[in-house]
């Protein structure tokens, strides 16, 4: 789960995994959790995804007018941690970021 803008993946457990969708009142906690920790900077509303394993490390892509200017480990790899420069992420914009990675079968 997330808002319109960020995830709180951080908080994993508390804050960003719903197990059950068919659980109401699980997928609430967790919503309400977000939220606030969002606070003021919470955007939009929930925005509930698929979680889907992944079988490679994520990287990121980062575009600059709408080509592909820089390849590298995602921000957030381990042995790469505090890497990367965040820009904005819509369409239109001049610089955009981009994770892609191989799906489990």
């Known amino acids: 789960m997330r808002d319109y803008v960020k995830s709180m993946k951080h908080y994993w457990d508390e804050a960003a995994f719903v197990a059950d969708v068919g659980d109401g009142?699980?997928?609430w906690k967790v919503a309400s959790r977000l939220r606030q920790?969002?606070?003021?900077?919470?955007?939009?509303?929930?925005?509930?995804?698929?979680f889907e394993p992944f079988t490679?490390?994520?990287?990121?892509?980062?575009w600059v007018d709408g080509r592909c200017v820089l390849?590298?480990?995602?921000?957030?790899?381990?042995?790469?941690p505090g890497r990367?420069?965040?820009g904005p992420r819509r369409p239109g914009a001049r610089l955009n970021g981009s994770t892609p990675t191989r799906r489990s079968p």
């Open 56 to 62: 490679s490390a994520e990287v990121r892509t980062w």
């Open 25 to 27: 009142e699980a997928a």
């Open 84 to 86: 990367g420069v965040y």
């Open 71 to 80: 390849i590298g480990p995602h921000p957030d790899t381990r042995s790469d």
């Open 37 to 50: 920790l969002r606070e003021d900077d919470f955007v939009g509303g929930f925005v509930l995804r698929e």
